[in-house]
């Protein structure tokens, strides 16, 4: 069992900056690909950012291209998103997933992932 636990969300105004972590916990994924997602209201969650293993290859959803990065920390267990130049349509709950069947970035999907952390809210007032 993994457990994972979102944090650093809150309320920015557009074109801010925000830094979410996802802190691991009960396992080590320091092996698995890692993934972020988010839920807006009234729609549907969806595939925003992935990290290979062993962060040598990242994955983006096209909208938040050149805006997050996603980054990880394997001695600590801890997976990052960092998030500039924020826009009102980035405001939604942002998730944390792990898939332990692969270390490949390029394989993370949302169907696919194993584990998934309760969420950390993010709110971008215009």
């Known amino acids: 069992q993994v457990e994972l636990v979102e944090s650093g969300g809150g309320l920015v105004q557009a074109g801010g900056s925000l830094r979410l972590s996802c802190a691991a916990s009960r396992r080590t994924v320091s092996t698995y690909a890692m993934g972020w997602f988010r839920q807006a209201p009234g729609k549907e969650r969806e595939f925003v950012a992935a990290?290979?293993?062993?962060?040598?290859?990242?994955k983006y959803e096209g909208s938040v291209k050149g805006r997050f990065t996603i980054s990880r920390d394997n001695a600590k267990n801890t997976v990052y998103l960092q998030m500039n130049s924020l826009k009102p349509e980035d405001t939604a709950v942002y998730y944390c997933?792990?898939?332990?069947?692969?270390?490949?970035?390029?394989?993370?999907?949302?169907?696919?992932?194993?584990?998934w952390g309760k969420g950390t809210l993010v709110t971008v007032s215009s």
């Open positions: 997933a792990a898939d332990i069947d692969t270390d490949s970035a390029w394989k993370i999907s949302r169907d696919g992932m194993d584990y």
């Open positions: 990290i290979s293993w062993n962060g040598g290859s990242e």
